[in-house]
């Protein structure tokens, strides 16, 4: 799925007037992509996923997904939050299958297809754990496979290894470009480190501080599977991240004038 983003801006309503979270976003997402977006924090990129899901309306201009207006939410489209947002009351293989269950699926599709997707993020003898039962990077496991259960075009990713320690961090890479590479679904990916941005993106997006705006835009070609401490990643990371503090740096001048 395609998605194009349109003049789009997002105003907030605030004791003291507007508080301007989006610049004028233009952008233009190919079917199969995986773009990452970064910034600093407060800078809208968050926001723009709340927009891109119909979670939330743009103040100004439109999403079109495969050319149509982006109104209100669809499971073509599914978020995934940092914390996974997972139901506690059911097992790892019930969460998987709460959305095949909405579809109207029998019980033993569900289970099948719920029990393979265990088995492609590597958590098979896990499926009838309880979350509480589960690790963090676990419990982000489960929430990939069960946004993947109901097969989406696209796939919004709000910072979801951020909580991570650094080596559950590096194996989820690994599995999330596993995933990209079999399912060529579109993947728009939330963070503030730019190196996982290099490892997982096939293009990465350097956000202004807010109102939120593109400043830069880098194609990143090297070969998968990529790792963070390859020296290419590292030597393009460190090209994103002075984009990033000139971006910043340009902001604030702008500010003092």
């Not at 349109?6 to 508080?19: H, S």
């Not at 309880?130 to 993947?148: E, N």
């Not at 989406?152 to 909580?163: Q, T």
């Not at 290099?198 to 400043?215: A, C, D, E, T």
Request: glycine letters at 8%; charged letters at 25%.
């Amino acid at each position: 799925m395609s998605l194009e983003i349109q003049a789009v801006e997002k105003e907030f309503p605030t004791r003291d007037g507007p508080l301007a979270a989006l610049g004028r976003i233009d952008l233009t997402i190919d079917d199969g992509e995986f773009v990452c977006l970064v910034g600093p924090s407060g800078c809208g990129k968050t926001t723009l996923l709340y927009i891109l899901a119909g979670l939330e309306p743009p103040t100004h201009g439109q999403v079109l997904a495969d050319g149509q207006p982006v109104s209100a939410p669809d499971p073509d489209r599914v978020l995934i939050f940092q914390d996974g947002a997972l139901f506690p009351w059911l097992t790892a293989q019930g969460n998987v299958e709460f959305g095949l269950r909405m579809k109207g699926l029998s019980r033993e599709r569900r289970e099948q297809r719920a029990q393979g997707l265990l088995r492609t993020v590597h958590l098979q003898g896990f499926e009838r754990a309880w979350i509480h039962q589960l690790s963090g990077g676990m419990r982000q496991r489960v929430a990939l496979a069960r946004a993947l259960a109901v097969d989406p075009a696209v796939l919004l990713l709000d910072e979801p290894f951020g909580a991570l320690d650094a080596m559950t961090r590096e194996r989820l890479h690994q599995e999330l470009q596993e995933v990209w590479l079999t399912t060529h679904k579109t993947m728009i990916f939330v963070t503030h480190n730019v190196r996982e941005a290099v490892v997982l993106g096939n293009r990465v997006l350097v956000f202004s501080p807010r109102p939120g705006r593109i400043v830069s835009e880098h194609r990143i070609h090297l070969p998968r599977p990529r790792h963070v401490e390859d020296l290419e990643t590292a030597e393009e990371a460190a090209r994103i991240a002075l984009s990033l503090r000139l971006a910043g740096e340009v902001t604030d001048d702008h500010a003092q004038r």
